[in-house]
């Protein structure tokens, strides 16, 4: 620290958390770019598609009608039956308009499960790679996050017997993402029927099923974990609009939930952030209720993307990779590199391997440390595919440079 500074006496409870590396890389690139340099970033997690314009309208129309007021702490009503129509629709779940709660964002709607469900002490099982703010939110609820390893191999998986090993008399909380961040990878109705099997000889155990990338999904239907024999009276399926109608500044995500947890969760905001943002509401009701079309046509896209990157990266020495059938990552082994060495500095870990490729050839990715897995680096390929084709040789040239 600056002798020149304060040493603020901060609260303990920062020290439980880290910042998100996701952006903490994004930082380093904005830095790089300022200089002049013709940096790359595959960092952020965000479509980089604006948002369709019969959503926008939506907003526009809250507007003029004024619209401008505090919603209630759970979302509008109208938002609520909504969602609801399409969780019956989509998921064939079914819930009532108060197991409905309505957050600034998903990660906000996370949040408040884990606060909800979560003691100290308690354990919660965490399949790795993970999404980068999972293990810290457990943390700062001074829970124990349990991780379940998975490879490249493995496409990234659990399997049910991995799962009923990691169960304890601790156990509280199961979380986890399909179509995954990271990986991309996909629970197949049968992979996740397996998983339902053991948690239903499991009652005490709670479910966080994170399905913010539902529709970018190259292979077909999606299958939500709640759906599963008795599951739904215990797990929390959380989604929002960011990823599908791509609205991530709109800050609108939500959960489906047993109604004592959704009404924790409703407890807790009202003294956190209180109700999200009246217009973001109202265009998010344009997103459920409307054509799925221009979502389609993103998620085509992306399929596009990830082929062109697939195809470039499969051909680089040392690499191991899955085809992911979701979300917009690749998730490449990259620890063949470690131990090589440029110019004197030795890759020990991906954050070594990811500084290397941003102060080389000025490409921001991000370490697998940060989702669970230091074996790997995160590459989104939320950009154009211009910018993909140059990041990809800039990968195989940086790499080549490692002896």
């Known amino acids: 620290m600056n002798q020149n500074q304060p040493n603020y006496p901060l609260a303990e409870r920062l020290s439980w958390i880290s910042e998100s590396e996701t952006i903490a890389m ?61 969780f019956q629709r989509e998921n064939q779940l ?10 600034t964002g998903a990660k906000n709607a996370i949040m408040n499960t884990v606060l909800s469900l979560v003691n100290p002490g308690d354990e919660v099982i965490i399949p ?17 996050p349990v991780y379940i390893d998975t490879t490249v191999e493995s496409d990234y998986k659990i ?34 029927k ?25 292979e077909g239907k999606h299958h939500s974990i709640a759906g599963f ?22 800050r609108i995500g939500y959960i489906g939930a047993p109604k004592a947890i ?35 046509q993103m998620r085509d896209a992306f399929k596009k993307r990830r082929d062109i990157c697939y195809e470039r990266l499969k051909a680089v020495p040392g690499i191991k990779l899955s085809l992911p059938p979701g979300a917009f990552y690749l998730f490449p082994d990259i620890s063949a590199y470690f131990g090589k060495q440029y110019q004197g500095h030795v890759i020990h870990n991906s954050q070594d391997l990811c500084m290397f490729l941003l102060n080389q050839v000025y490409l921001v990715t991000v370490a697998g440390s940060a989702f669970g897995n230091d074996n790997c680096i995160r590459l989104s390929y939320a950009t154009s595919e211009e910018n993909l084709i140059k990041a990809m040789d800039r990968i195989k040239e940086g790499l080549s440079l490692l002896s």
């Open 262 to 296: 959704a009404f924790a969760c409703e407890k807790l905001q009202s003294q956190f952030t209180s109700g999200t943002n009246a217009i973001a509401q109202k265009a998010a009701i344009a997103a459920l209720n409307g054509d799925l079309t221009p979502t389609y």
């Open 128 to 144: 790795r790679p993970f999404w980068v703010s999972y293990a810290d939110m457990v943390q700062f609820a001074q829970g124990v």
């Open 26 to 86: 994004a930082k380093l690139g904005r830095t790089l770019k300022a200089e002049g340099k013709d940096v790359i970033s595959l960092s952020f997690g965000e479509p980089d598609f604006f948002t369709p314009e019969h959503i926008k309208q939506a907003a526009i129309d809250a507007i003029h009608q004024n619209f401008t007021f505090y919603t209630p702490v759970a979302g509008i009503p109208d938002l609520k039956e909504a969602i609801v129509q399409k």
């Open 194 to 218: 397996a998983l339902a099997e053991v948690f239903e000889r499991h009652p005490e155990i709670f479910i966080i099923s994170d399905e913010i990338y539902e529709h970018i999904n190259f």
């Open 229 to 250: 024999g008795s599951l739904i009276n215990r797990t929390i399926t959380v989604n929002g609009v960011s990823k599908a109608f791509s609205m991530t500044g709109w």
């Open 94 to 103: 079914t819930y009532q308009t108060d197991q409905i709660v309505v957050s």
């Open 159 to 192: 399997t049910a017997e991995q799962l009923e090993k990691a169960i304890s008399p601790k156990s509280k909380l199961f979380m986890f993402s399909s179509p995954n961040n990271p990986s991309g990878m996909i629970y197949s109705f049968d992979e996740l």
